[in-house]
């Protein structure tokens, strides 16, 4: 990997991680789903003109739509409203558990031994995380995100089912145009008249769905979706478990928000078991140095 696609890949979890960040001050004015709903509607704007539509898929993208976005940033960013950036950006990471489990139940692909430690050491970090005092009477916050995250895993099942007859870009592109309109509805059922958010927003408000509709969304996916095209699987996953170091660092930078040792202790495991499943060291630094 050279220098240029090493940046690239390190943009990746800086821009997502420090989405966290900027949603955790967004949330501050916005409803969760009105502030996902005004994401993906500016980033859809954006990429919409550039990508065709895919004829043939567009109810399928719908339900993707509804279960990978509605539904998982719904949950995730209400839970994020209640909880810690820290502890939520570290409760996340558990999707890429869901995933496996959801690929074993509904794919019939099992995971590999060491698949299955990983598993066993971030559940026994999720655990170590929920009983810190940081999730003391917000239990309803760390059960949001957690059913985000499982959100998430059963769209990716959902998404396997395309059998990749739609590329990344135009799938997220059409995932926003029909999960703004879901997600504003639903907002209005849930929140009431959303005209009074968007009027009373200050500019730093703005500045918020800004980021999370263009760095996070549209430049995030694009270097994500780039990095894909230029490295193996076994190269680009790795630079996914700097996001929650990210998260974490722009909590601390930007909220005042200090994770507490127990946080930091509990997510550590989290993340190593993340790590165990998803890197091959012999295969990670064999390419990298490509």
């Not at 074993?104 to 299955?116: D, G, H, I, N, Y």
């Not at 050491?121 to 239990?139: D, H, N």
């Not at 997600?183 to 059922?189: A, V």
């Not at 959303?194 to 408000?205: C, E, K, R």
């Amino acid at each position: 990997m050279n220098a240029k696609d090493l940046l690239i890949a390190l943009f990746v979890p800086l821009s997502w991680g420090l989405g966290f960040a900027a949603a955790k001050a967004g949330l501050g004015h916005f409803p969760p789903l009105l502030l996902m709903s005004l994401r993906f509607f500016l980033s859809s704007m954006l990429i919409v003109w550039f990508f065709p539509i895919p004829k043939g898929y567009l109810i399928k993208i719908f339900y993707i739509s509804f279960v990978s976005a509605t539904l998982q940033y719904g949950l995730t960013f209400s839970g994020l409203n209640i909880l810690d950036t820290s502890t939520a950006s570290l409760l996340i990471q558990t999707e890429v558990v869901f995933g496996i489990v959801t690929a074993a139940v509904f794919l019939r692909e099992f995971p590999t031994k060491k698949q299955l430690i990983g598993i066993l050491l971030a559940c026994c970090g999720t655990i170590v995380l929920l009983g810190t005092p940081s999730v003391e009477g917000k239990a309803i916050g760390a059960i949001l995100v957690l059913s985000g995250a499982f959100c998430w895993a059963l769209g990716q099942v959902m998404v396997r089912g395309l059998n990749g007859k739609v590329n990344g870009f135009t799938l997220i592109c059409w995932i926003g145009i029909f999960s703004s309109p879901q997600m504003f509805m639903m907002s209005c059922l849930i929140d009431g008249n959303p005209i009074p958010f968007i009027l009373t927003a200050s500019i730093i408000d703005w500045f918020t769905v800004i980021y999370l509709g263009i760095v996070m969304t549209v430049l995030g996916y694009g270097a994500w979706f780039y990095i894909l095209s230029k490295h193996p699987m076994p190269v680009a996953m790795p630079f996914l478990l700097l996001i929650p170091v990210s998260a974490i660092l722009g909590a601390v930078l930007f909220l005042n928000e200090i994770p507490s040792i127990d946080v930091i202790f509990g997510g550590s495991i989290i993340i190593t078991g993340i790590a165990i499943i998803l890197v091959e060291p012999k295969i990670f630094f064999k390419l990298i140095r490509r």
